[in-house]
C-alpha cells in the first residue's frame, strides 16, 4: 500500500549496504541479537544552551556483532525495519533506556527514537504505556523523537496516534528537521513540543555558515510563535556553540558535550554538571 511507496525508498540506497548477501546476512544475525546480549542503549547529553546544565539524555542503540565489531544504526536500523523486526527492537529499546532513567534526577528527560514503522503500529500506544507504568517514570520526561518519515508511510492511524500519545503526557519531538520536503506542513499536522534541527544546519563555514544560521534563525522563530522548544544537534566546536546560542536555539546536543556514554556514566553525569 502507501507504505510501500516514498517512505520505503531511502531503505534501498546502495550506500546503505553494500550488496544483498552482506545484508541478508545481517538480517540474519539482527534476529537474535536481543536473546543473544548483542544489543546496548548509550546516552548522550542534551544541555541547556544557557547555563550548560543537563536536561536530558537521547537513548541511541548500539550493536556489538561478535565477529564484525560495532555496527553503526544507520546500518541495521534500515534492516529492522525492512524486515518487521523494529517493532520488536524499538520496545526493547524503550524499555532498557526506561530503566536507566529511574535512576536519574527527577527533571531529566529522556529521548527515544521512534521508527516511522513503529509509529504507524497501533499498539505503539499501549506499549509505551505499559513501559512507562512498569519503570514508574513520569510520562512528561519521556520525550519520543520522530522523523517526518513518520507522513510519508502515513497510515489510517498515525493521527490517532499522536492524539493518544499526547493524552498520555509523553512529549513529541520532530527530529532531523529541515531534511526532507515540505516540513512546515508537518509542525500543522501533529502536537510537536520540540523540533529538533539537523547537523547539516549546524556545521558551515563562509556562505554556508550565514546561510545556515538564517534558516535556524528562521527555524527557533517558527517554533517560538508555536510554542515549541528547539535543540540542535551535532554541535561539535565552540564556534558552533556560540552560534547556536546567539541564534536563539534552547538546547544543545552534540560532541562539544559528550558522545553518548554507557548508563552508569550517563548516570554520573546525570547527577553533576558537564563542563566544557
Ligand atoms: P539521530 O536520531 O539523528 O541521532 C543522532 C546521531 O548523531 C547519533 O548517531 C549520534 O551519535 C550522532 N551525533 C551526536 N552528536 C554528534 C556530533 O557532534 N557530531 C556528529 N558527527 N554526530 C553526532 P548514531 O548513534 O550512530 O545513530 C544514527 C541514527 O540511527 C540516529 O540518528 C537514528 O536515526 C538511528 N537510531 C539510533 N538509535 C535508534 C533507536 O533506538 N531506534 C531507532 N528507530 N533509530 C535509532
Ligand atoms: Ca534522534
Ligand atoms: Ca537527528
Ligand atoms: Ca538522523
New binding site residues.
Given amino acids: 500500500a502507501k507504505a510501500a511507496g516514498r517512505g520505503r525508498h531511502r531503505f534501498f540506497e546502495p550506500s546503505m549496504h553494500n550488496n544483498a548477501a552482506n545484508r541478508q546476512m545481517l538480517e540474519h544475525d539482527l534476529r537474535g541479537a536481543v536473546t543473544r546480549d548483542e544489543l546496548s542503549?548509550?546516552f548522550?547529553p542534551i544541555v541547556r544552551a544557557a547555563g550548560e546544565e543537563v536536561a536530558g539524555f537521547?537513548?541511541?542503540?548500539r550493536w556489538q556483532h561478535p565477529k564484525r565489531g560495532l555496527i553503526?544504526?544507520?546500518e541495521f536500523?534500515p534492516i529492522a525495519e525492512e524486515s518487521g523486526m523494529?517493532g520488536q527492537?524499538?520496545e526493547w529499546?524503550l524499555i532498557e533506556a526506561l530503566e536507566a532513567v529511574r535512576h536519574w534526577p527527577g527533571h531529566l528527560r529522556l529521548a527515544?527514537?521512534?521508527?516511522p514503522i513503529?509509529f504507524n503500529d497501533p499498539r505503539l500506544v499501549d506499549l509505551v504505556a505499559a513501559a512507562l507504568t512498569v519503570s514508574g517514570v513520569d510520562p512528561s520526561r519521556l520525550e519520543l523523537?520522530i522523523?517526518e518519515g513518520v507522513f510519508m508511510t502515513e497510515c489510517d492511524t498515525t493521527e490517532a496516534t499522536f492524539a493518544a500519545l499526547k493524552k498520555l503526557g509523553v512529549r513529541l519531538v520532530l527530529?532531523?528537521f529541515g531534511t526532507g520536503y515540505s516540513s512546515l506542513g508537518y509542525l500543522k499536522q501533529a502536537p510537536f513540543d520540540k523540533i529538533k534541527i539537523d547537523?547539516s544546519f549546524v556545521r558551515g563555514a563562509g556562505l554556508d555558515q550565514r546561510r545556515n544560521a538564517a534558516i535556524i534563525r528562521a527555524i527557533v522563530t517558527l517554533a517560538e510563535s508555536l510554542g515549541m522548544d528547539t535543540v540542535a544537534?551535532?554541535?561539535?566546536t565552540h564556534e558552533e556553540l556560540q552560534q547556536m546560542r546567539s541564534l536563539g536555539v534552547s538546547e544543545i546536543?552534540?560532541?562539544?558535550f559528550g558522545?553518548?556514554v554507557r548508563p552508569a556514566e550517563a548516570q554520573q553525569l546525570a547527577q553533576g554538571r558537564i563542563l566544557e
Avoid: W
Wanted: hydrophobic share 40%; proline share 9%.
Fill in positions: 542503549v548509550v548522550q537521547e537513548a541511541l542503540v553503526p544504526p544507520a536500523i523494529i527492537l524499538g529499546v527515544v527514537n521512534v521508527s513503529q523523537e522523523t527530529d532531523d547537523r544537534e551535532g554541535v561539535e546536543q552534540g560532541y562539544i558522545q553518548p
